[in-house]
């Protein structure tokens, strides 16, 4: 019922789950690249200290990018 993004990224891309969500993805290593920008920025250790201004730029486009992915394979509008 609750999981971490990166556990997350990990069941998607292992085994034969990858086949539910290659669809939105140019490869693994897309979807890889997406959660490696936000993993910095939302970690235990980030919730103390600063994170540098470009580390939550690269995570905010991140974001946008897998909310718009998601968007467009659920059909939401």
């Given at each position: 019922?609750?999981?971490y993004l990166g556990q997350l990224g990990s069941l998607m891309i292992n085994g034969s789950t990858w086949d539910?969500?290659?669809a939105g993805y140019r490869d693994k290593?897309?979807?890889e690249?997406?959660?490696a920008a936000v993993m910095p920025v939302r970690n235990d250790r980030a919730h103390?200290?600063?994170v540098p201004e470009?580390?939550?730029d690269r995570c905010?486009?991140?974001c946008d990018d897998l909310l718009a992915i998601?968007?467009?394979?659920l059909g939401i509008a």
């Amino acid at each position: 019922s609750c999981m971490y993004l990166g556990q997350l990224g990990s069941l998607m891309i292992n085994g034969s789950t990858w086949d539910l969500f290659k669809a939105g993805y140019r490869d693994k290593r897309g979807l890889e690249d997406k959660l490696a920008a936000v993993m910095p920025v939302r970690n235990d250790r980030a919730h103390f200290c600063s994170v540098p201004e470009k580390e939550l730029d690269r995570c905010r486009i991140a974001c946008d990018d897998l909310l718009a992915i998601a968007e467009r394979e659920l059909g939401i509008a």
